[in-house]
């Protein structure tokens, strides 16, 4: 009777603990794909009005700002399934460095703008969302490997 008792929970646990893990995540993701890049900075923009309580001023710098993201993202996006269906060659250290510089460099450019658009109590509570974010997806990359 032990036995049937440890069989029957040992199977129970690799039918609960063996399948994967949904992400919703993946398809809010495919969601936003299908918007235009001025959906996806008004939403962006106004998800940080609520966090950060923006002024119309900063609300249309911060939105001008996203909305240039989003574009960019946008062409990026249609480059890279353009690249996919062709064959192209392996990048060299050198391209690498430029590629992974070049997109610190915006980066750096994009927080400076939003250091100058929001006030520093502002400012620093995007700081701490951003970090969250990022430790978020660190810990989700981590999990998929």
């Known amino acids: ?11 129970m646990s690799c039918a609960i ?3 994967e893990r949904y992400s ?3 398809d809010k993701m495919a969601h936003l ?11 962006k923009t106004k998800k940080m009005t609520l ?8 609300y249309d710098n911060v939105y001008a700002l996203h909305l240039d993201e989003a574009k960019t993202r946008k062409e990026q996006r249609a480059k890279r399934e353009h690249d996919k269906s062709t064959e192209k060659p392996k990048l060299s250290s050198d391209e690498k460095f ?3 510089n070049g997109r610190l460099d915006k980066k750096i450019a994009f927080k400076n703008s ?3 658009i929001l006030s520093e109590e502002q400012f620093i509570k995007w700081e701490d969302m951003q970090h969250r974010v990022s430790n978020r997806k660190r810990k ?6």
């Open 114 to 116: 939003m250091k100058s």
């Open 1 to 11: 009777m032990k036995k049937l008792i440890l069989l029957a929970a040992l199977v």
């Open 140 to 145: 989700h990359h981590k999990k998929n490997r």
């Open 17 to 19: 603990f063996g399948q």
């Open 24 to 26: 919703d995540k993946k």
């Open 98 to 100: 430029n590629k992974m």
């Open 51 to 58: 966090s950060l309580d923006l002024s119309k001023g900063q």
């Open 33 to 43: 794909k299908d918007l235009s890049p001025e959906q996806v900075a008004t939403l």
